[in-house]
Nanobody
Framework: EVQLVESGGDSVQAGGSLRLSCTAS????????MGWYRQPPGYECEMVSS???????YYADSVKGRFTISQDNAKNMIYLKMNNLKPEDTAVYYC??????????????????????????WGQGVQVTVSS
């Protein structure tokens, strides 16, 4: 069974930093595209960053220079280091895996771990709140 479990969400003040973690199991981690989406309140689900099986990384324009994605194949984990956080970064953040999660860069609503896998695999989400 594929499982993605996020951690590290918190409430911080603007300008602060957080590191989100995602622990993956149930699939061949180092052959899979992985990444992070987020869903701000009242907005669509958008891709924040991804790291592909070939090592290429992608970032949304809104987070370039502030967020860094990385992975640890030995631990089956990916991370999202978020610096200089802004109130507009407030969202539920989701870890996603499998190329099917990255065919599109946005969804009306982020899939979750209870969604059938036609959109890849997803975690349950973790809240990040940034106050001004």
């Amino acid at each position: 069974e594929v499982q993605l479990v996020e951690s590290g969400g918190d409430s911080v003040q603007a300008g602060g930093s957080l590191r989100l973690s995602c622990t993956a199991s149930g699939f061949t981690f180092d052959n899979s595209d992985m990444g992070w989406y987020r869903q701000p309140p009242g907005y669509e689900c958008e891709m924040v960053s991804s790291i592909r099986s070939d090592g290429n990384t992608y970032y949304a324009d809104s987070v370039k220079g502030r967020f860094t994605i990385s992975q640890d194949n030995a631990k089956n984990m990916i991370y999202l280091k978020m610096n200089n956080l802004k109130p507009e970064d407030t969202a539920v953040y989701y870890c996603a895996a499998d190329k099917r999660a990255f065919y599109y860069s946005a969804f009306d609503v982020c899939p979750t771990n209870s969604t059938p896998p036609q959109f890849g695999y997803w975690g349950q989400g973790v809240q990040v709140t940034v106050s001004s």
